[in-house]
């Protein structure tokens, strides 16, 4: 049975996190392309944390065998699951404020410079819609309460796994496995 310590070293853990977040990806694209709403810039920087996490699950799929492209992956993996969680959470935080004259966001996303995506890809990183509408709802929350959901489950699980790695690097009778063939 494979451990959790393990699942770094495999490219197939990585292949599922990659599908994770193609099928949010997906999913997003279905809300918008065919369902018709908007999203808002707050719903394209979370968009941006999956396409992070899911960069991420590619730098781990193709050098899973290598301990720093391993870990590169695991800390790209939670710093995208973990800035996607605040800007979820603070995203749901402004929905359901009382005072619904707050709920703005900015209108166009800040983007670098060098790399306007919202300009080049506006069909999947332009923000035409309004942070503050909930124009959909599933069980009583909003896109950004389950953005918040997913964002928290992949951050909760990008811990356990990079705890339980670190356990296991450190149980071998080496140390700290470096390379994994």
């Known amino acids: 049975m494979l451990s959790v310590g393990q699942w770094p070293n495999k490219p197939f853990a990585w292949l599922l996190l990659f599908l994770g977040c193609s099928g949010l990806l997906a999913a997003a694209l279905y ?25 991420a699950a590619i730098v781990g799929l193709f050098g899973s065998g290598f301990w720093l492209t391993r870990w ?14 605040l800007i ?16 703005v966001c900015e209108s166009a996303p800040n983007f670098p410079g060098w790399a306007p995506l919202h300009e ?18 599933w069980l009583s929350l909003g896109m950004p309460g389950w ?10 699980i ?17 140390g700290l496995v470096l390379y994994h063939k």
């Open 147 to 156: 953005m918040t959901v997913i964002f928290a489950g992949f951050l909760l």
């Open 31 to 55: 809300f918008q392309m065919v369902l018709g709403l908007e999203p808002c810039v707050k719903c394209v920087y979370q968009r941006m944390a999956v396409v992070g996490i899911g960069l």
């Open 72 to 85: 590169a992956a695991l800390i790209g993996w939670l710093y995208s699951s973990y800035q996607g969680l």
């Open 158 to 174: 990008g811990i356990i796994v990079a705890v339980c790695h670190i356990i296991a690097s450190f149980k071998k009778k080496d």
């Open 120 to 137: 080049w890809m506006p069909g999947l990183f332009a923000a035409p819609g309004l942070c503050g509408d909930i124009d959909w709802q």
């Open 88 to 103: 979820a959470y603070d995203h749901w935080d402004l929905q359901t404020s009382k005072n619904a004259f707050f709920a």
